[in-house]
């Protein structure tokens, strides 16, 4: 799908922690739409896609309230459909996402001088986390 590659591609890009911030925003913001849009493909997918919007909307909520997030978190990737209907394929993409977005976030985790962003990064690094472990290979 690629608006998720876009998405790994900007996060790839961001620097600094509200670069970061606002990333990671947008990217949980595509991952609570291309989850909930997802969700009916395969009965058997639905639950893992339900609470993956779920924790989705958790990491964009810690990230937003970081003190260092800009105002306007930046330009979201247009969502389109899927462009395939294998639920699993798209749980995979997501995956992948949401792997680098926890990584991003720890290491931004890391750089953070102020204790709310560092705790805003850590929270949300946690959902990306927890995404990756309902969507990915192991699901």
């Known amino acids: 799908m690629r608006d998720i590659e876009m998405m790994r591609e900007r996060l790839s890009a ?3 922690v509200g670069n970061t911030l606002a990333a990671g ?3 949980f913001e595509l ?3 291309v989850a909930s849009e997802s969700a009916g493909l395969t009965p058997g997918m639905f639950p893992a896609f339900m609470f993956a919007a779920a924790s989705a909307a958790e990491g964009r909520d810690a ?3 970081a003190p260092s997030m ?3 978190p930046g330009q979201p990737a247009c969502l389109t459909r ?3 209907a294998d639920a699993h394929q798209i749980a995979d993409d997501l995956a992948g ?3 680098a977005l ?3 976030l720890h290491a931004a985790a890391d750089q953070a001088v102020d204790p709310g962003d560092r705790r805003a990064c850590e929270d949300a690094g946690r959902e990306a986390d927890r995404i990756r472990h309902l969507l990915g290979p192991d699901r």
Request: proline share 8%.
């Open 14 to 16: 961001a620097e600094g």
């Open 25 to 27: 925003w947008d990217a």
């Open 31 to 33: 991952v609570q739409a």
């Open 63 to 65: 990230v937003g309230f």
């Open 70 to 72: 800009p105002a306007t």
């Open 82 to 84: 899927p462009d395939s």
């Open 97 to 99: 996402l949401v792997t």
């Open 102 to 104: 926890g990584l991003r």
